[in-house]
């Protein structure tokens, strides 16, 4: 195998006795949608969190396209292609959807201590998140403010801020969170749409979505990653079953 | 540029703008200098509010000490002019640098806190400077320090009053200019997107924290000059310039105006000054002595604008052009 675009290993975050992330070493690979799955309280939002830098580990490192990023700050994590989008939604309500992109295009176009030029006629970037915007379909939205999109607008909204900087892998945090079937059905059309060409780590509780999207997935539970495989074999997985799809009946 | 006149705001800002403008003229033809002093003041404190409004309004910082400025600006004029250095050439390089360095620092340190806590921390340090420059013995101390006014020899005399309020006009006007272009441009949106959610801006990848004290000292540049001004329009610098009462007006006079907008400061350094300075004679009209209980108004009527009219005096004229 080559070596991953994403890699942790050992990873370590206590808070106090609890042990939020115990050792956890995932992979993922140039391209590929690897799935995390896991009950509420598996420690997932902690381990996105130290993935992004808002979260120090204990122990353990990091390392993205080949450089160690464990004690980077998030910018600069960004900087290097690793883009996310949030389980509640974050967009910038005061702005229009075009100038949320905008912004995100900006962050990636030099610094921005640029205090006079208007941006609100500024092609170079507007251009770009146009374009951003109709990748993900939101382009007849563009003048509107964010705040006033529907929830699963706004869910579209984060995905093109997060593709706004080109990264090679998205941290898609519940993507789906809050969608109706039918949103969720062109959430999962669209992403499976970007697979190949950008490799995601896909953090969801909608187990279709799971387990029609996914080539790997890796299962957390009491911040331990107890299995890890292809769809398949999570499904046929015994102590996946007892620990979490036996659970709530959600085998799909 | 027409058309903006049609609205409520339009109309409105250009009528302040023009009264402003000519305010000598008109104080002269209704013999009424001590009104020019008011409006002195009430540029003066505007441009002050500017400043502390962008980070407060258009950063979300709730800056609890930006009346420092005042004193860091009034002071090193006052001192210089104490030790002879009466040349505003060098007089006011030197305050807006010591005013831009002061804020540098501070806000390196105070904006690595949050909420309460950049509250609490501005506050405390604009009361260090406060209990220093009551301290300054030399300087006059709690009593403060009668200075004479910068000079700019040949170029204009700042005891004409006039002269000096028509200056400090510029300066407003130059103070409006920066905000409103500061306020759109790529630098602007970065503090704007952190007020809303900082967390996010530093996912798509700003380092939040630099332009955020990037803004803080740009502020407290602007308020420095405030200070430079408020200095040479009493020729007298003290203490309570600087006080945290003062730091609170300011930002009462920003929020009564409108955070985040272009123009609410200056509504609202006008609105205070003519409710402070009309409310008294007033209430003394209706009883004898009342008048000294003026804030008894006052305060209900902010409380009025912080619940019905969120936006401010700003957002009273309507919606505001996208």
Known sequence: MTVPLLSTDRLVKRYGGLLAT??????????????????????????VGQLTGNVAPDSGTIRFAGQDITRLPTHRRVHLGLARSFQITSVLGEFT??????????????????????????????????????????????????????????????????LAGDPSLLLLDEPMAGMGVEESQRMIAFLRALKGRRAMLLIEHDMDAVFQLADRITVLVYGRAIASGTPAEIRADEAVRRAYLGDDGMVA | MIAALRTPRGLLTALILLVLAVLPLLTQAFDQRYLLSVGTRIVIWSIAAVSLNM????????????????????????????????????????????????????????????????????????????????????????????????????????????????????????????????ANSRFGYVIRGAKSNDLRMMALGFPVFRYRLAAFTISGAFGGLAGILLANEGAYVSPAMMSWVKSGDLIVIVVLGGMGTLLGPLFGAIAFFALEESLPPLLDLLRKGWGEYWQIVFGPLLVLIALYARGGIDSLLGRRAP
């Open chain 2, 55 to 182: 980070i407060l309004g258009y950063g979300g910082l709730v800056s609890f000490g930006h009346a420092v400025f005042f004193g860091i600006g009034g002071y090193a004029v006052g001192i210089l002019s104490a030790h002879g250095v009466s040349s505003g050439w060098i007089q006011w390089p030197v305050a807006l640098a010591v005013a831009t360095l002061w804020a540098a620092l501070i806000g390196a340190l105070s904006l690595r806190t949050r909420g309460l806590y950049f509250i609490m921390i501005t506050l405390a340090f604009a009361q260090l400077v406060y209990y220093v420059g009551g301290g300054l013995e030399a300087y006059g101390g709690d009593d403060g320090l009668n200075i004479s006014r910068s000079r700019f020899s040949g170029l204009i005399d700042l005891r004409d009053k006039p002269s000096f309020y028509w200056l400090c006009f510029a300066a407003l006007c130059g103070t409006l200019w920066f905000c409103g272009r500061f």
């Open chain 1, 97 to 162: 959807a075009l100038e949320n992109v905008a912004l995100a295009v900006q962050a990636h176009a030099g610094h921005s201590f640029r205090f006079l030029r208007d941006v609100r006629g500024d092609e170079s970037l507007r251009g770009p998140a146009r374009h951003c915007l109709e990748e993900v379909g939101l382009d007849a939205r563009a003048g509107m403010p964010a705040s006033a999109l529907s929830h699963g607008e706004q869910r579209q909204l984060e995905i093109a801020m997060a």
């Open chain 1, 22 to 47: 115990d050792n956890v070493s995932i992979d993922v690979a140039s391209g590929e949608i690897h799935a995390l799955i896991g009950p509420n309280g598996a420690g997932k939002t902690t381990l």
